[in-house]
Nanobody
Framework: QVQLIESGGGLVQAGDSLTLACAISGRTSSAYAMGWFRQAPGKEREFVARISQSGRSTNYRDSVKGRFTISRDNAKNTVYLQMNSLKSEDTAVYYC???????????????WGQGTLVTVSS
């Protein structure tokens, strides 16, 4: 059974950078497609970025393209979300997700992390 533990959240100012990490336990991390989601106060959870099992394929929501980078180190069983030029609208709880498949889709989710809070002050 896979378990996901996020870390790296915190309070930053607009324009700052922050890197989130998601530690993966269970089977070898390369078996999972991974992604990051976020949920702002009073809003629904939304997709942020995803990365394939190998790390060769990535996708982002439009509002974070060019600012956020998802990556993975399968040797360390960790997925990262590098966030640059943060804006107040990026404030949310960020969740890591794993899926059974080459790439994360709506139909292959198998695990969620507990979330880490990112607060961006303007």
């Amino acid at each position: 059974q896979v378990q996901l533990i996020e870390s790296g959240g915190g309070l930053v100012q607009a324009g700052d950078s922050l890197t989130l990490a998601c530690a993966i336990s269970g089977r070898t991390s390369s078996a999972y497609a991974m992604g990051w989601f976020r949920q702002a106060p009073g809003k629904e959870r939304e997709f942020v970025a995803r990365i394939s099992q190998s790390g060769r394929s990535t996708n982002y929501r439009d509002s974070v393209k060019g600012r956020f980078t998802i990556s993975r180190d399968n040797a360390k069983n960790t997925v990262y979300l590098q966030m640059n030029s943060l804006k107040s609208e990026d404030t949310a709880v960020y969740y890591c997700a794993a899926g059974n498949g080459v790439i994360l889709t709506d139909s292959n989710f198998i695990a969620w992390g507990q979330g880490t809070l990112v607060t961006v002050s303007s």
